[in-house]
């Protein structure tokens, strides 16, 4: 049952696919100190991406609306392979859609890169799993969980 606030998944694919230019898992090593992307609307709206790591990482989506917490995704993630492109990940990212906002497509390909998602639960309690594959071989992975906060 979606118990969000009217105008929470426009919100939330704007945001992603403003801030997702920053990729979160870049082929170097591991940062001390998180990365946080911001974006937020006159409207009251506000959505924050915070990560640690780079071949190995986690983080947290929050979402705001008007002061408090509506909404967090938790994510955690491994480079497990060669040619992983963290450019093709941002891209993958920018296409999420309005019926399954929890990270990305459930696919997405360019050439011999294909992004997978694969979820459960709807947007107030989910979560789920996305994978890059490289000309048929894994990447990278990464397991989620997220949903409404009261």
Partial sequence: ???????????????????????????????????????EEDDGWRYTDSNLGGMRLTGQEIVWKNGPPVWALNYCGRVVGDNFSGEFLAK???HVTPDAPYRGP??????????????????AWFYGREEMFASGVSVYECIYHGGAVR
Avoid: W
């Fill in 1 to 39: 049952m979606d118990t969000l606030p009217p105008g929470f998944r426009q919100f939330l694919i704007r945001a992603r696919r403003a801030t997702s230019a920053v990729c979160r898992a870049e082929s170097g090593p591991a940062e001390s100190a998180p990365r946080d992307v911001h974006y």
């Fill in 106 to 123: 459930i696919e997405y390909q360019k050439g011999p890169l294909l992004y997978c998602n694969m979820f459960a639960g709807d947007i």
């Fill in 92 to 94: 993958a990212l920018r």
